[in-house]
């Protein structure tokens, strides 16, 4: 062999391997978990599992004394399906609320971001929701687990549906 062949030989070889890698590292941020947010953009999660976990605690807490609060916080941070479902229950439980003098506490325990596209994210959230009726003085703490999907709108998450598991 001459050197000449086996130089194109080498400059062969070495850009068939370079276009073999270039390759595999195509494929591999090709793949679901490269595209979601929730695993490659930590400062995303963290502002997505911040905002929504805050607008739950909102939103499904509930003071018979200060309805208002509770139909304000949804209004600002539920939207679509979500925001539908709460005005049906929200007005059954102010009609049961009133007598009962019902005071109900929310505290997210855990929140985290399964999915993260863009302005879409899914959430699976943790909680215990404390529960008062100041006419007896019974109180209840309950925890749920629930999937939320949250929209960004105006640059802030908004909870866009509500799933109990």
Do not use: C
Not at 93 to 118: C, P, S, T
Request: hydrophobic residues 50%.
């Amino acid at each position: 062999m001459t050197r000449r062949t086996i130089v194109v030989v080498l400059a062969v070889v070495a850009l068939v391997g370079g276009l073999v890698a270039w390759g595999a590292a195509w494929q591999e941020r090709s793949t679901d978990a490269a595209r979601n947010g929730a695993v490659v953009d930590v400062t995303d999660s963290g502002t997505v599992q911040r905002e929504v976990s805050s607008a739950i605690a909102r939103v499904l807490a509930y003071d018979a004394s200060s309805p208002d609060e509770t139909q304000a916080a949804a209004e600002e941070l539920l939207v679509g399906k979500a925001r539908e479902e709460h005005a049906t229950l929200f007005a059954s439980l102010v009609e049961r609320a009133k007598d009962q003098q019902l005071v109900m506490d929310v505290e997210v325990q855990a929140a985290a971001v399964q999915q993260l596209h863009g302005d879409e994210a899914t959430l699976l959230v943790f909680l215990d929701q404390t529960s008062r009726r100041a006419t007896d003085q019974e109180s209840s703490v309950a925890a749920a687990q629930l999937v939320v999907d949250a929209r960004r709108v105006d640059g802030t998450w908004k909870v866009s549906s509500l799933r109990v598991l």
